[in-house]
């Protein structure tokens, strides 16, 4: 259970934080407008849930693993979190472009991009979160986590908060109109 309730709590802080982060984004930066960023309706991207528990996850096994040099470990940190959240945005871009014909993002018109997904330019800014976490952040929410296993109302509150996103996950990808068509064929091929 404590499990559960840490990476509930990872999850949604980051869904939470990466909707700031990509609201202020792309107000300030790309857009010049106020926008909401991603597919559901809420404010929270899963995709910043699922970058934090494994820029946790990583980080924990990095402190663990790394006993070398301090230079050497800044390289390592450097390449590990450059090579990962890449490849994490490549996978989820691949994964909701292939299976529900939905482009999150779209890369084509920046240099040194692959298929749209992922650009040197993006990677390199996940490159400085997944830094920035390693030595700034993961002290914090190791904190969070524990006071989030202990409390059982901080625990409550990110309970809610995962339903109101599964929720919000079930309506936006449709979910209620295609278990009806499926019961639909299911029953008519059986009668």
Known sequence: MKELIKLSTLFVVGSLLGYIIEVIYKRVISKKKWTNPGFLKGPYLPIYGFGTIVLYEISSILINLLNVPKPLEVIIVILTFGVLLTFLELLSGFIFLKRFNLRLWDYSKRRLNLNGLICLRYSVYWT?????????????????TNFSISNQYVSLIVAMIMICILIDTFISFNIPKKITKVVSVIKNNIL
């Open 128 to 144: 400085i979160l997944g830094v920035g976490y390693f030595y700034l952040l993961h002290p914090l929410f190791i904190s969070l």
